[in-house]
Nanobody, 115 residues
């Protein structure tokens, strides 16, 4: 059974930084593209950043230049370094494969950015 466990969220002031981590178990994701997604209250879940097995990275426009996605295949983890956080980044953040699989969604980690 695949489990993706997100951690690292919290409350931070605007302009601050957080580092999210996603630990995968049940299978290796070395050959898969992985993504960080977020869902803000009243909004649909969206892809924030992704990283392919080749290391190629991609971001939604609103986080370009501020967020950095990385992966450690040896540890089966995916990380998201979030800098210059804004109140509009407030959301629950999830990791999943990209494209996402419904049976892989975890509990997510809450990120709250105060103004």
């Amino acid at each position: 059974q695949v489990q993706l466990v997100e951690s690292g969220g919290g409350l931070v002031q605007a302009g601050g930084s957080l580092r999210l981590s996603c630990a995968a178990s049940g299978r290796t994701f070395n050959a898969a593209a992985m993504g960080w997604f977020r869902q803000a209250p009243g909004k649909e879940r969206e892809l924030v950043a992704g990283i392919r097995s080749t290391g190629y990275k991609y971001y939604t426009d609103s986080v370009k230049g501020r967020f950095i996605i990385s992966r450690d295949n040896a540890k089966n983890t995916v990380n998201l370094q979030m800098n210059s956080l804004k109140p509009e980044d407030t959301a629950v953040y999830y990791c999943n494969s990209d494209p996402a699989r419904e049976d892989y969604w975890g509990q997510g980690t809450q990120v709250t950015v105060s103004s």
